[in-house]
Protein backbone atom coordinates (compact mmCIF):
# COMPACT_ATOMS: atom_id res chain seq x y z
CA UNK A 1 0.00 0.00 0.00
CA UNK A 2 1.29 3.36 -0.98
CA UNK A 3 1.62 5.65 1.95
CA UNK A 4 2.83 9.46 2.11
CA UNK A 5 2.66 10.37 6.00
CA UNK A 6 3.01 14.01 6.77
CA UNK A 7 4.00 14.45 10.58
CA UNK A 8 5.41 17.49 12.49
CA UNK A 9 2.58 20.22 12.70
CA UNK A 10 1.44 22.08 15.52
CA UNK A 11 1.32 25.59 17.41
CA UNK A 12 4.27 27.95 17.19
CA UNK A 13 4.43 31.63 17.53
CA UNK A 14 5.46 33.57 14.70
CA UNK A 15 8.72 34.18 14.69
CA UNK A 16 9.57 30.49 15.71
CA UNK A 17 10.29 27.05 13.74
CA UNK A 18 9.11 23.96 12.68
CA UNK A 19 10.34 20.84 10.87
CA UNK A 20 7.62 18.68 8.95
CA UNK A 21 8.10 15.35 7.87
CA UNK A 22 6.80 13.37 5.48
CA UNK A 23 7.53 9.47 5.33
CA UNK A 24 6.75 7.43 1.99
CA UNK A 25 5.92 3.68 1.77
CA UNK A 26 4.62 1.43 -0.96
CA UNK A 27 7.16 2.53 -3.91
CA UNK A 28 9.77 4.85 -4.53
CA UNK A 29 8.91 7.71 -6.35
CA UNK A 30 11.11 10.76 -8.32
CA UNK A 31 9.61 14.02 -6.79
CA UNK A 32 8.28 15.45 -3.91
CA UNK A 33 6.12 18.54 -3.26
CA UNK A 34 4.89 20.33 -0.33
CA UNK A 35 1.41 22.33 -0.98
CA UNK A 36 -0.18 24.45 1.98
CA UNK A 37 -4.13 25.14 1.76
CA UNK A 38 -5.28 27.79 4.56
CA UNK A 39 -8.90 28.28 5.20
CA UNK A 40 -11.19 29.65 2.65
CA UNK A 41 -7.81 29.21 -0.24
CA UNK A 42 -7.04 27.43 -2.63
CA UNK A 43 -3.72 25.04 -2.27
CA UNK A 44 -1.07 26.28 -3.34
CA UNK A 45 2.91 25.54 -3.91
CA UNK A 46 5.70 25.96 -1.36
CA UNK A 47 8.38 23.53 -2.30
CA UNK A 48 9.80 20.62 -4.47
CA UNK A 49 12.72 18.18 -4.64
CA UNK A 50 14.01 16.05 -7.06
CA UNK A 51 14.77 12.81 -5.33
CA UNK A 52 17.99 11.23 -7.49
CA UNK A 53 20.23 14.63 -7.04
CA UNK A 54 18.40 16.86 -4.64
CA UNK A 55 16.94 19.66 -6.85
CA UNK A 56 15.29 21.51 -4.95
CA UNK A 57 12.87 24.65 -5.84
CA UNK A 58 10.57 26.81 -3.45
CA UNK A 59 7.98 29.15 -4.05
CA UNK A 60 8.49 33.01 -3.85
CA UNK A 61 6.33 33.50 -0.47
CA UNK A 62 8.96 30.99 1.62
CA UNK A 63 12.40 31.54 -0.19
CA UNK A 64 14.89 32.19 2.79
CA UNK A 65 12.63 30.74 5.30
CA UNK A 66 11.99 27.23 4.15
CA UNK A 67 14.19 24.41 2.86
CA UNK A 68 12.96 21.54 1.72
CA UNK A 69 15.38 18.22 1.85
CA UNK A 70 15.38 14.56 1.73
CA UNK A 71 16.80 11.70 3.69
CA UNK A 72 17.52 8.81 0.95
CA UNK A 73 18.11 6.08 4.15
CA UNK A 74 15.11 6.79 5.22
CA UNK A 75 12.98 7.39 2.77
CA UNK A 76 11.62 10.62 3.93
CA UNK A 77 11.38 13.89 2.75
CA UNK A 78 11.17 17.79 5.21
CA UNK A 79 10.45 20.49 5.05
CA UNK A 80 12.52 23.26 7.44
CA UNK A 81 10.27 25.99 8.29
CA UNK A 82 12.01 29.10 10.04
CA UNK A 83 10.83 32.38 10.64
CA UNK A 84 7.35 31.27 10.56
CA UNK A 85 4.51 34.16 9.94
CA UNK A 86 0.78 33.57 10.99
CA UNK A 87 0.21 33.80 7.25
CA UNK A 88 2.03 30.52 7.25
CA UNK A 89 -0.85 28.93 9.09
CA UNK A 90 -2.30 26.27 6.61
CA UNK A 91 -3.08 22.40 6.30
CA UNK A 92 0.40 21.41 4.57
CA UNK A 93 0.44 18.64 2.33
CA UNK A 94 3.40 16.23 1.56
CA UNK A 95 2.58 15.11 -2.83
CA UNK A 96 4.95 12.70 -4.60
CA UNK A 97 5.35 12.05 -8.24
CA UNK A 98 5.70 8.58 -9.32
CA UNK A 99 8.20 9.33 -12.35
CA UNK A 100 10.14 11.83 -14.59
CA UNK A 101 11.45 14.67 -13.65
CA UNK A 102 9.97 18.33 -13.93
CA UNK A 103 12.20 20.57 -12.08
CA UNK A 104 10.14 23.40 -11.41
CA UNK A 105 6.63 21.24 -10.99
CA UNK A 106 4.37 23.70 -8.75
CA UNK A 107 0.60 22.70 -9.97
CA UNK A 108 -1.20 20.11 -8.50
CA UNK A 109 -1.70 17.84 -11.32
CA UNK A 110 1.74 17.36 -11.41
CA UNK A 111 1.92 14.81 -8.40
CA UNK A 112 0.56 11.19 -8.22
CA UNK A 113 0.03 10.84 -4.70
CA UNK A 114 -0.86 12.83 -1.56
CA UNK A 115 -0.76 12.53 1.98
CA UNK A 116 -3.23 13.27 4.59
CA UNK A 117 -1.94 16.88 6.08
CA UNK A 118 -0.36 18.42 8.74
CA UNK A 119 -2.08 21.25 10.48
CA UNK A 120 0.67 24.45 10.93
CA UNK A 121 -1.04 27.47 13.15
CA UNK A 122 1.37 30.56 13.66
CA UNK A 123 0.34 32.68 16.45
CA UNK A 124 0.82 36.70 16.43
Known amino acids: QVQLVESGGGLVQAGGSLRLSCAAS??????YGWFRQAPGKEREFVAT????????YHADSVKGRFTISRDTAKNTVYLQMNSLKPEDTAVYYC???????????????????WGQGTQVTVSP
Open 26 to 31: GRTFSM
Open 49 to 56: IIWSGGFT
Open 95 to 113: AARISGFLPYARRIQDYDY
